[in-house]
Structures are given as C-alpha cells and as structure tokens.
C-alpha cells in the first residue's frame, strides 16, 4: 500500500505466504481483542480514562506494531509521505482525541488492505512465474557408453542428446531418432500436444510425453528458446506503461498537497473558532481518506495481471508500455509469407518454353540449390533429379529479383519478372494468381512455374475480428506479385496490400503509413529476417515466435510464440481490457476519494468512512485489478 510498492513487489521482492499467514493471525487476534476492549469498557462504568487508554493500546499495538516501525524507519531516512506514515499519524492523533475504537480501526484496515495487497500481487507474480518453470534442469547426453545428466548450459551444438518421456526438452534442436508427441502448453498456451518425428525441429521448454527421441542440439543454451522467453518474461515489469509513470509522479504531487490541505483544515478553522478537538478530528479524516494507495498499487497490478494474462496464452509482451500501445491499434500492418500464409510453397504447375516441365523445374532447382528462401525449398522437393553439385557454379543471389547461376554449363535467371526485363529477356504473363518463377537459360526465356502458398486457416477471421476490435486499417505487405499479393489480400479481407516490395522498402511503406495516420498506433506482424527493421520502426512490432527468425523476435514488442495469427486478436483484446480496468480503478478511486475528503472536512462523515475511504476503496480497486489475469 505505499507509494513503493510497485517496485517491492511487482519487480521482485514477492511477500511470501508466511508473511501474509502472519498478517491474517495479528488482525484476527488485534480484532477480537478490539471487541473484547470495546465490550469492557462500555459495560464497566467509571474506568480510569488511562487504563481506558491502554487497554486499546493492546489491539492497537498488536496490529500496528510493524507498521509503526516501518514509519519510524523510512522517517529516519527522511522519508515523511510514505502512506504507512501517514496512517499512524492519523491514528495516534484519534487516540490523542479519545476516538479510541477509530485509531484501532485504522490501523487494523491499513493490515487487512496491506494483506489484500500482498495477495494480489503474489498472484500476479505466480502467474508470470509459471514460466520460470520451463527452465531445464540438465540435458541427457551419451558419455562413455552411458546416458548423464549434464548442466544444458554446458552442452555444445552438434551434442546428441536423449529425452525421456516426461522429460523437459532442455534445448532447441532436430530430431534425429525416435518418435513422440509433446506439450507445448508452457510456451504457446496450447494444451493440444503435437506429435513429432525424425526431421522436426523441437523447442526447449516443450515436455517429451510419449516416446523417447534423441535430438541434436542446434543453438547454445544461451541462445535456446527457453532463455529467449525467460529474459523476455524478465524484464517485462520493469518497462511500464504511461499510465503507471503517471500514477507515480501524480502520488509525489498528489500526497504533499493533500498533507498541506489537512494541516490548513486543521490550523485555520481552529484558529477561528478554538474549536481544536473537532477541526484535529476533520483533518485526521481527511488524512485517511487521501491516501493514494489504491492508485499507486492498484493501476501497476492491473497491467502486471494483463501481462500476466497474455504470458499463460502464449502471447509474450515485453513490458505495460507496449501492452498500451496495442491497446490503441487503429492500423495492423501484416507481412505476407509465414504470417498470414504457411510459408510452405509447392509447386503447382509450369508453363515451359521450348523445354519440358521437367527440364524446367530441374533448372530452376539447381539455381536455387543453395537458397534457404522457402520458395527455393518447395523447387527442390519438386526436382525429379538434381545435377550434381560441380554442374552448379557461380551462383549469385540478386536482391529482391532472384538468382543467377551456371548450370551444366549454361547461365541461368530463376526470379522475378523484373529480373528477366533487367537482362533483356521478355517473360510471358502468368494468370495465375499465385507466386510465378520465370527461368531463362542461355538469354532466352524458358517458361515459368507456378508456386502456391496456403493462407493459414482463422487469418480471415483473425482480420475481421481485428475491425470488429476497433482497428480501422488493415494492410498487407509482400514482395510476391501484384495479381499473387491482390488474390491473398482479397481472401482475407485487409484494406490495402503493397506487392513487388523489396527488403528495404517494407520499412519506407511502414514510414508512410506512419506519416498518413492520425489517431492511435500502428502494429506490424512479421516472421522473418527482413522484417527486422520495420517490427523495430513501427509503435508495435509483434513477432510470430517459433517460426520467428532470432533478429525478428529481438526487433519486435510482442511473441506469439506458436505463431497462430489468431493470437494477434486476443492479444488485442487482453490489452485493451486491461487499459480498461486501469482507468476504471483511477476514476473510481479519485471519484471515491474527492467525495469522502470533501464530507469529512465538512464534518458530515467521521473515521469509519474515512477508512473505508483508503481501506475499502483499495481492496475494491486491487479485486477489479484482478480480473486482468482472466483471459478466457
């Protein structure tokens, strides 16, 4: 409940069970002790007023002993408008006026408020925390003819290691043996496990349900996807949201103020009309009601349950700020292959020139023998027979054309249409609508083939709940073709698509869109390497997680870590929730406040209002801060 404890908390320091069991015992023991004092007095008549007094010093003291010594402790360190301060300034001047019961009560809702706090935080924390969880204890590796457990930071890429059913996969790798299915529910909050077989990649954080599979490592454990999600869930909380940097600044201002006004309530009535007891008793309720706690605790737990929230869906956010900014997307600018697409092409037909389909595919394979670009991929799985890797020289990648190769003697053009115009070749006019590959051998044009690539199932629905969430533009970007990038921009029902884009030019497109718009933030979607700068230039850059290239993921704000595009809606709907309750809690704890500090000066309300004023006010605000964890 002190203005610090978004930090003492939410940033590491998690007020244990103990503590809060601790907490529960001295308020139940200081409350029964209250009634019990309470009872006594009010039937024995003529009690020495000191031994009145010190009779409610024990349920007083019980309570509040600990937050006495924290008040004397940060006074000490001259820290005056800390709120555990303010509380046992204003409870020891009620026991000063005789309101006996009042100054109990104070300090006993200050504890109940305080354990509210502490709870609500921890579950918070847990429900990050979670995560921590998928860190690997050990990798099984074969030394000597026997299987040890070995620390996964010490294991080298190439090691063969063996994962047990039940076990944690310590590391990212391929399998190279064995079969089975996994869970991968701790990364990308799915609970369907995925089978897996020889020739697969595997994350580390997955668990090895049924067969054992003997993986080859393929990056250090620093660099395995565990460590990725661990840094990122990290170092969430500490970036946050203009909501929160404002509610800080608004308490340093807020508090001395509202201290001022009480001791102006209290000295200038007074003075006038030497009523000292009454105007003490106005300025001690209003002291208690203007506490900024339930702001300072309430609106950092609310992003820190939505981040929360998001990271037990799979969807990983790196800090509030960005979990805001989503909140406001009014344009969704989205990367083509591999993030509304499959990114898996076949081969679907050729259109050949003077050769056969065969030959075609055989000489567009060859020059893209060496590409990792998918579409070179789905060449070779349609290669009948590839010449032999001597045949294939000097190959030369052309950026955002294609490539140009000898094959088996011949100077061979495998891209675009822009490429055959830039060396004199005039290529034929694919209807097609898919992606198209044209060849030349030799300066004459050889045919073309036709690549397909499926656009993953719920991207439609993904776009239209995006507008139903208020986005008001959607745009589509890709180096395909014009008639390829219409046709899948059409199917999926975005505003506007630009085609033909080089690597370089996704970033001017992005620059422009940001230029063009008014009103809330722009999102970028992508996967791969090239999309790097622009997650990096755009307000939200979001990065689809397991397909996601090391650099996209590093550029980008938000991981969807199984690389469903329907999570981009959902993350959008946390967000905006969350934002939601945020300012609901601001509005409702300032409205409250104002009205409660405005009738006790007035002298309408006394303490028990008062208290509910913090207390009551805090605790409803932290139960609607809650609710930002629920996701369903």
């Known amino acids: 409940m002190h203005n610090h404890h978004e930090d003492d908390h939410c940033c590491g320091h998690d007020h244990g069970h103990s503590d809060i069991k601790k907490d529960v015992l001295l308020i139940a023991i200081s409350a029964v002790a209250l009634i019990a004092v309470w009872i006594v007095t009010a039937k024995v008549l003529g009690m020495k007023p000191w031994l009145v007094t010190v009779l409610f010093l024990v349920p007083y ?22 709120e555990d301060f303010l509380m046992v300034i204003a409870s020891v001047g009620a026991l000063c006026i005789g309101e006996y019961p009042e100054a109990v009560a104070v300090m006993l809702f200050y504890r109940v408020g305080e354990c509210f706090e502490h709870y609500a935080v921890g579950k918070s924390r847990r429900s990050i925390a979670e995560l921590m969880d998928i860190r690997p204890d050990y990798a099984c590796v074969e030394v000597d ?61 997955y668990i090895n349900l049924t067969g054992v599979i003997r993986v080859r490592v393929t990056s250090s454990f620093r660099d395995s996807t565990v460590s990725k999600v661990l840094e990122l869930v990290e170092h969430s909380a500490s970036r946050k949201s203009k909501q929160e940097a404002l509610i800080t600044r608004f308490a340093r201002v807020y508090t001395p103020v509202v201290v001022g006004l009480a001791v102006a309530l209290l000295i200038i009535p007074s003075v006038i009309t030497g009523e000292w007891s009454e105007w003490l008793r106005r300025a001690l309720v209003f002291l208690v009601v203007s506490c900024p706690c339930a702001l300072v605790v309430s609106v950092p737990l609310s992003f820190f349950g939505g981040l929360g929230g ?40 050729a259109e050949p020139v003077g050769i056969s389909s065969a030959d075609l595919i055989t000489l567009a394979a ?8 998918p579409i070179a991929y789905s060449l070779r799985r349609a290669c009948q027979q590839m010449p032999d890797s001597e045949l294939i020289t000097d190959v030369r990648e052309i950026p955002g054309r294609g490539i140009q190769a000898n094959v088996c003697g011949k100077k061979v053009l495998v891209g675009n249409s822009a490429l055959m115009v830039s060396n004199g070749i005039k290529p034929r006019k694919a209807e097609s609508h898919s992606s198209v590959v044209h ?65 370089g030019d996704k970033v001017t497109a992005v620059e422009e869109l940001l230029r063009e ?15 790097a700068p622009v997650l990096a230039r755009s307000d939200v ?19 969807l870590m199984d690389d469903d595009i329907r999570k981009l809606p959902l993350a959008l709907r946390i967000c905006k929730r969350t934002v939601s309750i945020a300012k609901q809690n601001i509005w409702f704890s300032l409205a409250v406040k104002f009205v409660i500090m405005l009738l006790g000066a007035l002298g309408v309300v006394g303490m028990g209002v008062a208290v509910f004023g913090d207390v009551g ?15 369903e």
């Open 439 to 503: 060849v030349a051998a030799d300066g004459i044009y050889a045919g073309y083939i036709i690549i397909d690539d499926r656009i993953k199932d719920g991207a439609k629905d993904a776009v239209r709940e995006l507008y139903e969430l208020g986005v008001e533009k959607t745009v589509m970007l890709t180096g395909d073709a014009d008639a390829t990038g219409r046709a899948v921009a059409e199917a999926l029902g975005v505003n506007d698509v630009m085609t033909e884009l080089m690597p």
């Open 517 to 531: 718009k008014h009103t809330g933030t722009l999102v970028f979607v992508g996967d791969g390497v090239n999309d």
């Open 61 to 82: 003291l019980i309570v509040g002993f600990d937050t006495i010594k924290d008040a004397a402790a940060k006074l000490i360190r001259g820290k005056l408008l800390e």
């Open 145 to 205: 003819g026997e299987l040890r457990h070995i620390d996964p930071e010490k294991v080298r890429i190439g090691t063969i290691i063996t994962v047990s059913p039940g076990e944690r996969i310590p590391l990212d790798g391929i399998i190279m043996d064995g079969g089975s299915t996994v869970d991968t529910s701790a990364l990308t909050g799915e609970s369907m496990p995925r089978e897996v077989a020889v020739g697969q990649f595997v994350n580390s954080g």
């Open 310 to 349: 998001a990271s037990r869906r799979g969807i990983l956010i790196k800090g509030s700020n960005y979990l805001e900014a989503l909140a406001k997307a009014s344009t969704v600018v989205m990367d083509k292959t591999g993030t509304v697409t499959e990114g898996s092409f076949s081969v679907t037909g």
């Open 617 to 631: 006010v805090l605790i409803l605000a932290i139960l609607n801060a809650s609710r930002a964890l629920i996701t």
């Open 366 to 373: 060859a020059a893209e023998s060496y590409s990792n670009h």
């Open 541 to 559: 850059g979001v990065a689809m997680g397991v397909l996601g290239s090391d650099s996209a993921i590093e550029a980008a704000d938000i991981v």
